[in-house]
């Protein structure tokens, strides 16, 4: 059974760099037939995607996002990270790292696992 | 940018058939996806691929695709459905959720 654990600050100042760690257990990152990603969640809100990764460095940004977003994996820990730069109070939310699965073209690929989430307040 | 459309809120007695509409430009030509999200728990993957079910999920909970609109069917709806359901879809190589519908179980 595939888990993912986020870990990271529960709170970040305005202006500062917000980053998240994603652990995977019970699958690997380095695996051809997933791609990793994270999604995010405002209080009360709706789901927003992030971005997701491929294992061998290939990566795909929201575009309201990727100005300030860059995520990356590391094989060694079977890791995955997020981190997303000055930050404002708008993204104080609950984060969630996901797997990906599917094949063939993107459009049958879903997210089949995720983590619990955490929450990130932005606050000075 | 591609958007996914979904009412608000939903209701329905137990015991009834629930639709959960998603809308989108031409989504019927891409695959739609489901997820539940009861409080305080991450969203769980219920239909994936149109109308495919993951081990473990209730016959049902069924979905369709065609056209503008996927939808999420639940027949005999029991207080256990109450929950959050987000559609999702691909738009290129980017995703998108719509922005969720929540089910009350009157």
């Known amino acids: 059974q595939v888990q993912l654990q986020e870990s990271g600050p529960g709170l970040v100042k305005p202006s500062e760099t917000l980053s998240l760690t994603c652990t995977v257990s019970?699958?690997?990152?380095?695996?051809?037939?997933?791609?990793w990603s994270w999604i995010r969640q405002p209080p009360g809100k709706g789901l927003e995607w992030i971005a997701y990764?491929?294992?061998?460095?290939?990566?795909d940004y929201n575009p309201s996002l990727e100005s300030r977003v860059s995520i990356s994996v590391d094989t060694s820990k079977n890791q995955f990270s997020l981190n997303l730069s000055s930050v404002t109070a708008a993204d104080t939310a609950v984060y969630y790292c996901?797997?990906?699965?599917?094949?063939?073209?993107?459009?049958?690929?879903?997210?089949?696992?995720w983590g619990q989430g955490t929450l990130v307040t932005v606050s000075s | 940018s591609y958007e996914l459309s979904q009412p608000p809120s939903v209701s329905v007695s137990p015991g009834q058939t629930a639709s959960i509409t998603c809308s989108g430009d031409?989504?019927?030509?891409?695959?739609a996806s489901w997820y539940q999200q009861k409080p305080g728990q991450s969203p769980v993957l219920v239909i994936y691929?149109?109308?495919k079910r993951p081990s473990g999920i209730p016959e049902r909970l069924s979905g369709s695709n065609s056209g503008n609109t996927a939808t999420l069917t639940i027949s005999g709806t029991q207080a256990m459905d109450e929950a959050d359901y987000y559609c999702?879809?691909?738009?290129?190589?980017?995703?998108?959720f719509g922005g969720g519908t929540k089910l009350t179980v009157l």
């Open positions: 996901a797997r990906v699965g599917g094949s063939g073209s993107y459009s049958e690929y879903y997210f089949d696992y």
């Open positions: 691929q149109d109308t």
């Open positions: 019970g699958g690997s990152v380095s695996s051809a037939n997933y791609y």
């Open positions: 031409k989504l019927g030509d891409k695959f």
């Open positions: 999702q879809a691909w738009d290129s190589s980017t995703v998108v």
């Open positions: 990764m491929y294992y061998s460095g290939s990566t």
